[in-house]
């Protein structure tokens, strides 16, 4: 890329955007709120990272309403904020130059279910329990599992994935077509209901995983899947994390159709158990689930106790019963907040890295390595059947030697990870905590990323603030 590339140009401070606003309020009426606390609760507040709360919180009803909006806060270069539920990780919600956050809660409908095709068209506000719900009786279901309960559009925009992952993909392989209100409050649609098209740029997935930065979807259709006959969940215990990570490995190189395969250190392992009132062994633990006919679940869970003892592990167990299997992911879900109440004055900060399959071990075990080292308190968890794994840091923020240790091993975790030719963030995107790893990811690449944004959106109203490396990298 050329040097002389227009880069993207962030605001040097809040403005006053008390005009727009009164123009905001003549148009929505109660649906627009000043309120401190409303603008408080829809900025960021997952972990430790400051909350930079917008001017006003819009409560969106329909596309209209965003596109009207969107197309206002583009004549007054106000920045513009898309807010599903507040799950996000990396500070993708806040606002640092003020604006308007769009909550898109209220647009929480199922459009169209396509039972013959295996698709449905969703309102961004749906969640994903919600859609599965709405599902239960067709057979079909959503796949996609972040953990928390997510809006399927803040699912959109942070390329989302989770424990099912490994088997179903993560949100770029399951979206068909999006529709989109752009910068200018324009409405598009990319893509359809067909499974594969060669008709152009693929601007859904260009969308997909922009964070807000380049339009704010309004409409998702997604791929469905068949509930499988059989589904069987099962753990094991294992001497070391390597040992763990080793299985991993060697299900997934020799292509066994896992589902889930889930991975928690001792130190996770002990909170759950607190938390979830279970009763596991508190060594490094799989978790597992296979999908499939009942002979080949069987077949699965045969070849995966093959795996387990050869790399040293022990006490696999299996079943299919269901209540067994919910007890046990829903744990899993609760691993958040589990580790935050290993040490309940602290502030959580939560990171993820994602690596070659070839190269988890070493990567699991030299940041396990580098935890204890440093005397922080930080489990680990991880979809590690696609190389993704989280570390918690549980930090005292009014120390300052404490916080300037997490943010250093935050660091060196994500350049831990692109240098095995990895990646510094699997799931969580990038926000405003984790800017400063893009160059070193990605190289000249993010000047034709910042070239796209400036020519989507060029007076850098969608999310400003994001994504982007301050000026000093490091």
Same mark, same amino acid.
């Given at each position: ?281 508190? @060594? ?6 296979? $999908? *499939?006919?009942?002979? /080949?679940? !069987?077949?699965?869970? #045969? ?116 240098? @095995? ?6 799931? $969580? *995107?990038?926000?405003? /905590?984790? !800017?400063?790893?893009? #160059? ?35």
């Amino acid at each position: 890329m050329s040097d002389n590339l227009t880069m993207v140009s962030e605001p040097t401070s809040k403005k006053d955007y008390s005009d727009a606003i009164e123009q905001l309020k003549q148009l929505f009426g109660e649906q627009l709120s000043v309120n401190l606390t409303t603008r408080q609760q829809h900025a960021h507040t997952m972990t430790w990272l400051e909350n930079q709360p917008p001017d006003a919180v819009l409560v969106a009803n329909d596309k209209q309403d965003v596109a009207k909006a969107v197309a206002l806060c583009h004549q007054y270069e106000m920045p513009v904020i898309a807010f599903g539920i507040g799950s996000s990780l990396e500070g993708q919600l806040n606002a640092p130059y003020g604006g308007l956050c769009i909550d898109m809660s209220e647009m929480n409908e199922v459009l169209q279910v396509n039972n013959e095709d295996l698709t449905v068209t969703v309102q961004p506000g749906v969640t994903r329990e919600q859609l599965n719900h709405y599902l239960r009786d067709t057979g079909l279901f959503f796949p996609i599992d972040p953990g928390a309960n997510a809006t399927i559009g803040g699912m959109v925009a942070t390329r989302a994935s989770g424990t099912n992952a490994v088997r179903y993909g993560t949100m770029k392989d399951v979206v068909l077509a999006l529709e989109v209100v752009t910068a200018d409050g324009k409405i598009i649609k990319t893509g359809t209901r067909a499974k594969k098209s060669a008709a152009g740029y693929d601007l859904t997935r260009l969308m997909i995983g922009s964070e807000g930065t380049l339009g704010i979807v309004t409409e998702i259709t997604l791929k469905l899947f068949g509930i499988t006959e059989c589904i069987g969940s099962g753990i094991c215990h294992f001497p070391t994390v390597e040992a763990a990570c080793e299985a991993t490995m060697m299900t997934i190189q020799m292509c066994l159709p896992i589902a889930r395969i889930e991975l928690l250190d001792t130190l996770q392992v002990k909170a759950c158990n607190r938390y979830s009132n279970l009763t596991l062994k508190e @060594m490094p633990t799989l978790f597992v689930e296979f $999908h *499939g006919s009942e002979a /080949g679940v !069987q077949e699965q869970a #045969q070849i995966f106790a093959e795996i387990v003892a050869e790399c040293g592990g022990s006490d696999f167990a299996w079943d299919s019963n269901e209540e067994a299997r919910n007890k046990l992911w829903h744990a899993r879900h609760n691993a958040y907040p589990a580790s935050c109440a290993l040490r309940p004055e602290a502030k959580a900060l939560s990171t993820d890295a994602c690596v070659p399959i070839s190269r988890l071990a070493e990567c699991v075990s030299e940041t396990a390595k580098d935890i204890e080292a440093s005397g922080m308190v930080g489990p680990i968890v991880g979809h590690v059947g696609d190389g993704n794994f989280h570390v918690l840091l549980l930090v005292d923020t009014n120390n300052p030697e404490e916080v300037q240790t997490a943010e250093a091993l935050v660091g060196r975790l994500a350049k831990r990870a692109i240098d @095995m030719d990895g990646t510094c963030t699997g799931e $969580h *995107g990038i926000g405003q /905590g984790k !800017q400063k790893y893009m #160059q070193h990811e990605h190289g000249d690449a993010v000047l034709l990323m910042q070239a796209i944004k400036q020519a989507l959106d060029p007076k850098n109203i969608l999310n400003p603030g994001k994504i982007w490396p301050p000026e000093a990298v490091v």
